[in-house]
């Protein structure tokens, strides 16, 4: 909302569990269509008809979408966000978990910047698999994209690795902070191809990789088998 409203002083700070503080710019969630990394003008360019965008944040991938005459509805579990992307034009847009949204079913189901995150742990994951399950059409397809964290725990010249063997290494806990106030932390789930496509094959789903970026990063099309 400062960003919007052209108070800019400052960008989030994040941090994790495995890794050292870090900045996320505030004009970065702001970015249009040719700002975007390649696999989200990819999962942009191949979503079709009714659109459900999970976490849309600041609202860019659905304005993209809506825009372009596509029917698009926008859901975030923060409330200032849901403000923005209304004051940005997007028409349906729902302060809502997405785990309560019940009742509407969609082609499309957009879960980007990392979508995977939203799932928590893999003891997580197929109770969202499931839910996602009911919101989509028999022919529909969901559009998700991770990252592979396997790069920080080893050697990638030899192809040597030692993850944590007390977890999956993908699950990593998550602090955010912005002008002194500091998040709760909370838990954010990277899930490499091969494990999510197990996953995927248990809750009734096809999955196919549809492209990769440039830092171990994937794009995902889910469809019921």
Known sequence: M???Q???????????????EDEMSLPYLFRDYEEMEFIEQLALNISRGKVLDVGCGAGSHALYLQE????????DISKGAIE????????????IDLLDLEGEKFDTILLLMNGTG??????QMP??????KTLLKKDGQILVDSTDLIYMYGDQENGTYTPPTDHYYGEVRFWMSYKGVETTPF?????DEHVFQEYCR??????????????????ARLSLA
Do not use: P
């Open 202 to 219: 248990k809750a009734g789903f096809e999955m196919r990789v549809m492209g990769r970026g440039e830092h171990y990063d994937y794009l």
């Open 187 to 191: 838990d954010w789930l990277y899930i």
């Open 68 to 75: 372009k005459g596509l029917s698009v509805k926008g859901i």
């Open 2 to 4: 400062d960003y919007y």
């Open 6 to 20: 052209g108070r800019y002083e400052e960008d989030l700070k994040t941090w994790t569990n495995i890794t050292s």
């Open 118 to 123: 939203i799932f928590q742990s893999l003891k």
């Open 127 to 132: 109770k969202y698999l499931q839910h996602l």
């Open 84 to 95: 923005v992307c209304k004051l940005r034009g997007l028409e349906n847009a729902e302060n």
